[in-house]
């Protein structure tokens, strides 16, 4: 098995066996749901959210094809040559480690505070400590930069493609939670939004409405 395939499938076992591990520890913490997309969702973009996912999922069953079987299905799976070599390859494999750990740490900066989606029914505290201190979605960060890790290790076009679609769902998520947030903290998050940036932290002194 080529480089490249170890590194994939090893990073895409450690990310849904933390994620595994993660739900099996919080529903027994905390004794909760923590998945409002999808079936569970409040409303209908929520569930549109939900069903998004599965598109991620087929992505990355083409290149696990891809990787094992050599399949590049009628050449429209075909690597950038110049990104394709094991200086990157190595690079996004040690960035997708980091970004694993850095996802796990957030959740448990969030602990019971935790949920993917809208939780419409749950009186959970607003969390401004920790990552949260400085960016109010770390976790969806660290989720992108372990998606680019991914494109590091296999460059084409189908990676590409997933990321794109990563980053203008997860900016709709954001937006949808930034206005249940307003809805269910009030002033505390109207607050809080002035201090902090939406993935980046905000230079002190900017003047700016918290939207990096």
Known sequence: MKTPAIFFLTLALLYFLQDILLRWLFRRKYDKTDTYIG???PNEMQRYFGNAIYFTLIYYLVIFIYLIADFDFWGLVHNISRLDNSLFHW????FGIISIFLMTAVRLNLGESW???LDYQSSDDLITTGFY????N?????LLCFQFSLILIVPNAIMIASYIQSILLLGLQIRQEEMFLTEKYGNAYLQYKTKTGRYFPLIKGEESDGEK
């Open 39 to 41: 079936r569970n969702a």
């Open 138 to 142: 770390p976790y969806f960060l660290f």
């Open 91 to 94: 690079i996004g494999f040690i």
């Open 115 to 117: 949920r993917v989606g």
């Open 133 to 136: 201190k400085y960016v109010r």
